[in-house]
C-alpha cells in the first residue's frame, strides 16, 4: 500500500526507531500527504521530547526525496533558522512568503496577501503557538490578522495544503490566553476538515534529559486542577542547576567563554528585570562603559517597517530579531530623545544594515517607547511639517521619516520569556527571584517556566531559586 511505502522512507529518515506514539502518528502524516481533497489541514501538537521536531524534519527529508514540493515557514527569522537546521530545508518568516508590496510607487505604503503561485505544494508552519489572529501596528501587512493571512494564502494555491505545528504548554501571543493557530476550533472555522493529533509520549532519550524531564513534570502539573506549586528536580542531572546570585557573574562569564554570547541568555519575568541583568552584565562581564558600543546585542522591540526595505532578504524587522552592533557612527539628541546611527548585523537575517536606533528604550522598564512617549515623538516630528496642509501627505512624510522610524531596541543579554520564544541556546538563565507564591500557582507562570526551560539545548541555571520551588534531596 502507498502509505505504507511513505511511511518506511519517512521512518529510513529517522535517527531512532519510532515509540508506539510516534508510529501512529506517521500513519496519519502519510495518510494526510496522500490525501487527494483540497480542504484538508493537519494540525499537530507536541511536548517537548515527545520528538515532534525529529519526526517532522523525517517527513521534510522523505518528500523531499520524493521530489515532493515543501515549504517551510515560522513566524519568526529566529524560529525559522532553528526549523531550517533540524529539518535540513530552507525556512523562511511567514511575512516572507505570503505578503506581497501594494505597489512600487513611493507614496504607497503596507502589504498584502500574494498570490500562491505554488501547486501541489505542502506548506509546514513551525512555532505556531506563536502565531497572533488580532489586528496590531495599524495593519501594516495584509489584514493584520497572521492566522487568517496564512490560511487565505496557502488554500488560495493548487492542492496546497498546511500542516500546523505547535506546542500548547507555551506561553500564547502577547494579549491572547490560547493560540488560535493551535485551536482546532478556530481552524475549522476556516470551512477545512482539520486532521490533528497531539504527542505527548516522552521519547526514551529525553527522559534522560534534566532539562526535558522537568519541562515534561511542569506540562503534566499545568493539567491539574488546582495547580500545584512548581516543583523542578536538579539532583541527578548534570544539565539543570540551582545557581546563587553571588556566582552569577562568573557563570554568565563562563558560558560567554565556552560557547560565545550568541549561545546564552538570561531569560527574565519582566522588562524591569531584564534592565538589572543587561546592566549588571555590560558592566561587570563585558567592561562596556558608554551606553553603547560596537560588539553590543541589541534586542528589537518593537515591529519596524522601515529600515529593512532596501535589502531584499528582509520583509520586516521583527519585534524579538536580534542584532550585533558592528559600528556606532553618530549620536543625535533631537525632539528630546537620542538617537544612533549604526550599522547592524542580524544573524538570523543574515544581513548587516545602516539604521537609526533610539537610545532612550535601552534601559527603560517599558517593552519600547511608552503611549505618551510616542505620542511626544510624532507631536515633535509633525511640527516639522507644519508647512503641510493635506494629511495625505503629511502621513507620507512620516512614514518615510528616519527619526520617527527609528528602531528601538533593548539590549539582549537578559530578554522576556515572550522575547525569546522561538530561540534556542545552550546555555540558559532563568530569574527565578522574587517570585511571589500566588504569581507561581498561575497557568501563565507555568507556561513562562515551561516556555523558558524548552528554550535551552545543553544547560539551565535556575538563579536565586527558591527552595519552594526544588524536589527536596532524598
Known sequence: MITDLLVRQIERCLPYDPNRQQRELLQLLASFVLDERDDTLFLLRGYAG????????????ALTQLQSKVVLLAPTGRAAKVFARYAGH??????????RQKS?????????????????????VDEASMIANASGDGAVYGTGRLLDDLVEYVYSGEHCRLILLGD????????????????????????LAVWEYELREVARQAAESGILSNATRLREEMEQTPLPMPRLSVKGYPDVEALSGEYLVERISDSYDRVGLDETIVITRSNKRANIFNQGIRNQ????????????LLLVAKNNYFWGKEYKEVDFIANGDVARVVRVSRRTEMYGFHFADVLLYFPDLEVE?????????????SPSLTHDQQEELL????????????????????????????????????VTCHKAQGGQWKHVYIDMGYIQQGAALSLDFYRWLYTAFTRATEKVWLVNVSDQFLEPAL
Open 50 to 61: 515527545t520528538g515532534k521536531t525529529s519526526l517532522v524534519g523525517a517527513l521534510v527529508k
Open 90 to 99: 530552507p525556512a523562511y518568516t511567514i511575512h516572507r512568503r505570503i505578503y
Open 104 to 124: 512600487y510607487s513611493p507614496d504607497m505604503e503596507g502589504f498584502l496577501v500574494g498570490e500562491n503561485l505554488a501547486k501541489h505544494t505542502l506548506f509546514i
Open 168 to 191: 500548547m504548554a507555551q506561553l500564547p501571543p502577547v494579549g491572547q490566553e490560547r493560540s488560535p493557530a493551535l485551536d482546532a476550533t478556530v481552524l475549522k472555522g476556516y470551512g
Open 285 to 296: 562581564i563585558l567592561y562596556r562603559e558608554e551606553e553603547l558600543t560596537a560588539g553590543d
Open 353 to 365: 544594515m545602516d539604521a537609526k536606533i533610539l537610545l532612550d528604550t535601552l534601559s527603560s522598564d
Open 379 to 414: 507631536t515633535q516630528v509633525l511640527a516639522d511639517y507644519y508647512d503641510i496642509t493635506t494629511r495625505r501627505e503629511k502621513f507620507k512624510r512620516l512614514k518615510a521619516d528616519p527619526w520617527f522610524n527609528a528602531l528601538q531596541v533593548k539590549y539582549a543579554y537578559g
